[in-house]
């Protein structure tokens, strides 16, 4: 197919509370122009279907099936709303839900039929992006850091660091060349703040970080938190949405147990620090993190460094990681490493995507 090419990224990720579509024109390297997007919030009842099947449990075929009927519900809705056709997008990137990440036992499962969404939509579909990577020995994760590698080569300010705040946090350090990119998660994102909140308050979600902000940082349950080993592993280095036992807070109050989540996050990405190759001179926060006023206070605080939401710099971090689908669909088609030894740990630079003709 002739590049640059119309594609369409999907993306939903390990908050478990929707799906973000997004168009992009790209080559799959330099070239990318930002379309329209839109993001589809899951109903309640299929959420929880959804948080069933994580770990690989459950009804996981018929939720797989689900996930993927909602996708193809929302390329028929961005096309409509961009006023396109299906002949008019060359390629979907289509990421599935992760509902398993185990990658020091060589697996990563993310649920959903390319086959079947090609077939609904009439657009040939890339799916399956992590799995080649972890075959070679990769962590699988992040899978974003080209992408963000790409919307970066505009920005002067370098060294950048992109932090993603989904349900778990990763963070891309994008240096001076195009060799300057190492990337990793860095620890809890969102998830267990969102769990704590559902449990206590019946919400998802603690909106605007009102409950973290009427509590007080337990210290000793924080050390407690931090002790865990994966934080003095070295990067690359990735993680399972649960990889995090919250005993520690599991006697404080609603408001003190969200706050000392909510430091946890921050202390995690300042440990982040440690491992990077220079220190940012600046960090963009993408993901449903950066709505977060409790959090965007405490990473600020823990880094003593400038920090924003990426639409400081014009990006739209609702949709970013789905744009980022749509390029690595393209590379995939074209034959362009997905992950890098730097940023997931795998031999050499490799490829993968599964490709899903619509007819």
């Not at 499962?109 to 992590?130: E, K, M, P």
């Not at 891309?172 to 060349?177: A, H, I, L, M, P």
């Not at 977060?292 to 710099?313: I, K, T, Y």
Request: glycine share 12%; net charge neutral.
């Amino acid at each position: 197919m002739r590049m640059p090419m119309l594609a369409l990224g999907l993306m939903s990720g390990t908050s478990c509370d929707g799906i973000d579509a997004a168009l992009l024109t790209t080559d799959g390297m330099a070239h990318v122009e930002r379309g329209a997007a839109l993001s589809h919030a899951y109903p309640e009842d299929f959420r929880g279907r959804l948080r069933s099947v994580l770990g690989g449990k459950g009804p996981v075929e018929a939720v797989a099936e689900e996930l993927t009927r909602r996708h193809a519900m929302a390329v028929v809705d961005l096309l409509r709303e961009a006023g396109l056709k299906a002949t008019d997008i060359g390629l979907l990137g289509f990421h599935g839900q992760t509902v398993l990440h185990e990658p020091e036992k060589g697996r990563t499962w993310q649920i959903g039929d390319g086959r079947l969404l090609a077939r609904l939509t009439g657009i040939d579909t890339v799916s399956d992006f992590r799995s080649a990577d972890v075959a070679n020995g990769g962590q699988g994760a992040p899978f974003v850091p080209l992408y963000h590698q790409a919307l970066a080569a505009t920005l002067a300010e370098r060294p950048l660091a992109v932090l993603n705040l989904g349900g778990v946090g990763n963070v891309t350090w994008v240096g001076e060349g195009r060799e300057d990119l190492v990337a990793f998660d860095t620890g809890p994102g969102n998830a267990l703040v969102d769990d704590w909140a559902l449990r206590h308050t019946g919400k998802p979600v603690d909106k605007d970080g009102n409950l973290a902000r009427g509590g007080r940082v337990d210290r000793s349950a924080l050390a407690a938190l931090m002790a865990h080993p994966y934080f003095d592993r070295p990067a690359p280095k990735s993680l399972d949405r649960d990889a995090f036992d919250a005993a520690p807070i599991a006697k404080l109050s609603p408001a003190d147990g969200a706050a000392t989540l909510v430091a946890f996050t921050a202390a995690a990405v300042a440990r982040s620090r440690d491992i990077l190759p220079a220190p940012p001179r600046r960090w963009l926060v993408t993901g449903g993190g950066r709505r977060n006023p409790a959090m965007m206070a405490a990473l600020a605080e823990a880094l003593g460094r400038p920090v924003a939401a990426v639409e400081s710099v014009g990006w739209d971090g609702d949709v970013l990681e789905a744009q980022a689908f749509a390029y690595l669909a393209v590379r995939s088609l074209a034959g362009l490493p997905l992950s890098l030894p730097t940023t997931t740990g795998v031999a050499r630079p490799t490829c993968g995507g599964r490709l899903d003709k619509a007819a």
